[in-house]
C-alpha cells in the first residue's frame, strides 16, 4: 500500500469572494471556503474591491491591496478568522 505525502504547503491558484465566502483554490486540488464574516474588511467591502487582489509569495497568501487585507494560506488552512472578526461570531465545535 502507497500514501501520497504533500510536498510543502499547498498554495493559492485561484481567488474569488462570492456575497458571503472567500473561496480559494489550492494548488493540491483542495478548495477552501470560508465566511467572509471571518474579514470584516472583506465583508464590508464592494464586490469590485474584493475582485482586486494579488497573490503573494506564489500563492502563499493573499493581499488586497484597496482594502489593506492580507490573508494567509496557511492561516486559512488552520481555521484562523482575521483578529478584528466580529466579536459575536459563536465558535464552531472542532472536529
Known sequence: MS??????DPHAEHVH???D???VAL???RTLSVPLTWFPRLANARPEDRAKFEL???GQGIHWPV?????SIRGLLAGKPSFEEAPNRRSRPAG
Open 3 to 8: 500514501s501520497l505525502a504533500l510536498q510543502g
Open 17 to 19: 469572494c462570492t456575497d
Open 21 to 23: 465566502e472567500l473561496v
Open 27 to 29: 494548488t493540491d486540488g
Open 56 to 58: 503573494l509569495g506564489d
Open 67 to 71: 482594502l489593506d487585507e492580507d490573508i
